[in-house]
DNA sequence: CATTAATGTAACCCGATGGTAACATTATGT
DNA sequence: ACATAATGTTACCATCGGGTTACATTAATG
């Protein structure tokens, strides 16, 4: 049966396959015409060419909008903060794709790069937003560089998360258990707590 | 002139001068052999592999062991620890290559890259052990988890400046000049004052 | 039903890759 | 000086990569 758009997902299932087989950075269009049992000239003719296909993949599994509280919806103390912050692990911790494509992320610089990038930045400035507004007005706003903190925070939990699939350990906190990644998540309270308080 | 010694010095240059250029993913033993302007067989005479020529390579460039501070000079108070985490922006910003070899850590788990990894997890846990020796013994040492903080801290830093090659902001924070590193700067300090203090 | 456009495949090109075998050159030690 | 081992090169192999052209098949449209 010719269906065109069947044939795209069909392409773009085989696209997910192998990037949680192998990463995508050892992807090839031949690699995955093959898995999708199609020839290559139609990743050419629909997508337009490879770096568009995995655009296509990447923004239909928009697994970065995951964990991402409504904006109205907005945390309203410390504690709900903090909770979103802990959701960032379990987002990253159950998702191995999303581990992959920050993974790629961190090595290409394409277009399509750009694009996912776009998307996940406007992610960390709603969380940055939502402890802004916790901060009391009386305390010394400009002593706190929320942005900041949330980038080191956020970014540490995603660095800690994609070492976790290449090594059990890390300046000796175990990657591969809960009871290490509970010790991290205990961290991240306490740092929110103790510097915004 | 026909000399072994030379001829591997030659060749290991040629990994450096590729890993810089087009980063050690995409590195090829080919590529090596007509950069070094020698024949690829010694590869495999001389160091066995490219595996190993790697390996070579990676270990000869201790640049990981940079910044770390002589075990017998530790930090005796809080601010000698928090300019030895400054210190590791300023390796990881100023040198390329340690971020190229991060990058690469955090993709493939060869049999080279926990070698290397163990030396990497010294330096952290030094640094922790340093950290630990400044708590003041009156405090709740149970509640501080120095090296999970740590390894957060550090975390954060190496992704950061991974992250500056691909892309010039972070969750609002510029990380392709003075002002955004700053910023960062002053936030580990910030955290590590108040959570350490 | 017949024409046409959409969908799909096979085959090829070219360059690069990892890997090996055969051969040439130089150094070394006796 | 000569035999031998170390050093080095050329050439080749099979495979895979991205990319294109020409052709076959099916669906849609008059």
Redesign the pocket.
């Known amino acids: 049966?010719?269906?065109?758009?069947?044939?795209?997902q069909d392409i773009i299932a085989a696209v997910d396959t192998l990037a949680r087989r192998k990463g995508i950075q050892?992807?090839?269009?031949?690699?995955?015409?093959?898995q999708a049992?199609?020839?290559?000239?139609?990743i050419?003719?629909?997508f337009g060419?490879?770096?568009e296909l995995l655009a296509a993949w990447a923004l239909k599994n928009s697994y970065w909008a995951g964990h991402l509280p409504p904006p109205e919806t907005g945390p309203r103390n410390l504690s709900d903060g903090i909770d979103i912050l802990k959701g960032q692990i379990t987002t990253m911790r159950s998702t191995p794709l999303l581990r992959e494509i920050e993974r790629w992320l961190l090595l290409e610089n394409s277009t399509v790069g750009s694009t996912i990038m776009a998307r996940l930045e406007e992610r960390g400035t709603a969380l940055t937003r939502a402890f802004s507004s916790l901060l009391k007005p009386g305390k010394n706003d400009t002593s706190i560089d929320t942005e900041a903190l949330i980038a080191l925070l956020t970014a540490g939990v995603a660095y800690l998360s994609m070492k976790s699939d290449r090594c059990n350990v890390y300046n000796g906190v175990p990657l591969d258990n809960e009871e290490g990644w509970n010790r991290i998540s205990r961290t991240l309270e306490n740092i929110i707590q103790k510097v915004l308080d």
Chains 1, 2 share one sequence.
């Open positions: 049966m010719k269906n065109r758009h069947h044939t795209e050892k992807l090839g269009i031949n690699a995955v015409a093959r049992g199609v020839s290559k000239v139609l050419y003719r629909y060419g490879f770096e």
